[in-house]
């Protein structure tokens, strides 16, 4: 331990690389102290492979930590802190929607979003979905983590959906989008053979 110590902390690059890896044979409170001491090492690499040892060592805050590493700009770290963190996942997210509390929706969606690059995506998707269900999730999901603007396009597709209700939610949460594309669409929606969509 002392000489994974000190190749981790004062060795080489590919050195202190080598010895983060090592250290995970290692437990006890020293052991983790060293993890937390180590983190602050110049090289991406290194924080990575020390990361990814934060949750199985049981650190205390080390979901805080992982999350502020979820804003790193180097991409093994935001990759070691995503794959510590893949519980937070779009699929398992859409699956408890439903049964969270709206304050946890908000939080854990807001997580979800950082830490699964798929996210996006997969809500895109959603809006394409075969079942009114789950499109207005989808539309919910929207709303509650405040990216109408990044879903304006998903949206406007939903004006001609064969659904009166499906395009009403759409078209309330294009009320929200101060733009042009936006207003245009919200025009156009003046015109629906649905009363309520007009409305």
């Keep these: 331990f002392r000489v994974v110590e000190w190749v981790v902390l004062h060795g080489k690059a590919a050195g202190r690389r080598a010895a983060a890896k090592l250290l995970q044979e290692f437990q006890g409170t020293e052991a983790n102290a060293l993890v937390l001491q180590a983190l602050a090492d110049p090289d991406p690499m290194v924080q990575a492979l020390l990361i990814a040892q934060l949750r199985p060592r049981g650190i205390p805050g080390a979901m805080s930590r992982l999350m502020d590493y979820l804003q790193s700009p180097h991409e093994a770290v935001l990759q070691a802190a995503r794959e510590s963190l893949n519980e937070f996942s779009f699929k398992k997210y859409l699956s408890l929607h439903d049964i969270l509390e709206p304050e946890v929706r908000r939080s854990t969606g807001e997580l979800v979003l950082k830490v699964d690059p798929q ?23 929207t709303q509650t983590l405040d990216i109408v603007y990044a879903m304006e396009e998903s949206l406007l597709e939903l004006l001609n959906n064969d659904d009166h209700v499906v395009r009403a939610e759409a078209v309330r949460l294009l009320s929200q989008c101060d733009t042009e594309t936006a207003r245009q669409g919200l025009e156009q929606a003046l015109h629906d053979r649905s009363v309520t969509v007009q409305d």
């Design 119 to 141: 996210a996006m995506t997969e809500l895109m998707n959603e809006y394409k979905a075969p079942s009114r269900s789950r499109r207005i999730r989808a539309m919910a999901i």
